[in-house]
């Protein structure tokens, strides 16, 4: 079941310059700064009551942002979903004729375990479903 809008993913070059305007923009400071070296980025969390965004910077030339960037220019990345069964949603989805660009749930940031559909199916946009890791 799909539960929330976990997060909306912003592709930035500079991770402390855009922490600074979003700061500004939103009258507030991000919750937590979180590297995930597995998908080649540094992340920045904000959270409007709990609506969350993902400021992301590469740390890779190859990663996913640092081509993105590139073919594309900053801004929105991904939208993320929050689900209560990720692997039953992998199934459902993949059943259906989505693309996983994962066949495992793989872990992301902030205890979560994620999982990308391909843009070419989703008019576009890159979709990634999250689950809570629970203790
Ligand atoms: C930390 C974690 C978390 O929240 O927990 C994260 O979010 S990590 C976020 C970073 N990690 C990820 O994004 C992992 C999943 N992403 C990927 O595997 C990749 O980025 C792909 C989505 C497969 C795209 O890879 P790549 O650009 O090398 O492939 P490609 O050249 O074949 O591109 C296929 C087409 O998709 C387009 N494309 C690429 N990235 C896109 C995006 N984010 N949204 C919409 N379209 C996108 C390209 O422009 C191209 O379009 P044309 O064919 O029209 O030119
Ligand atoms: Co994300």
Redesign the pocket.
């Known amino acids: 079941m799909f539960t929330n809008v976990e997060?909306i993913?912003i592709a930035v070059k500079d991770l402390s310059v855009a922490d600074a305007l979003f700061s500004t923009l939103l009258n507030s400071t991000p919750y937590k700064h979180e590297e995930?070296a597995t998908?080649g980025?540094r992340?920045s969390f904000f959270k409007i009551n709990e609506t969350k965004i993902?400021l992301?910077e590469a740390t890779r030339d190859d990663s996913?942002?640092a081509?993105?960037l590139e073919?594309?220019g900053e801004g929105i990345?991904?939208l993320?979903f929050e689900v209560d069964d990720i692997r039953a949603e992998m199934a459902r989805l993949k059943a259906e004729g989505f693309v996983l660009?994962n066949e495992e749930p793989k872990p992301?940031?902030?205890q979560?375990l994620?999982c990308?559909l391909?843009?070419?199916n989703t008019h576009?946009?890159?979709i990634?479903l999250?689950q809570s890791i629970r203790e």
């Open positions: 997060h993913g995930v998908e980025v992340t993902e992301l996913p942002i081509r993105f073919k594309k990345h991904h993320a660009l992301g940031a902030d979560k994620v990308f391909h843009p070419k576009g946009v890159l990634e999250c």
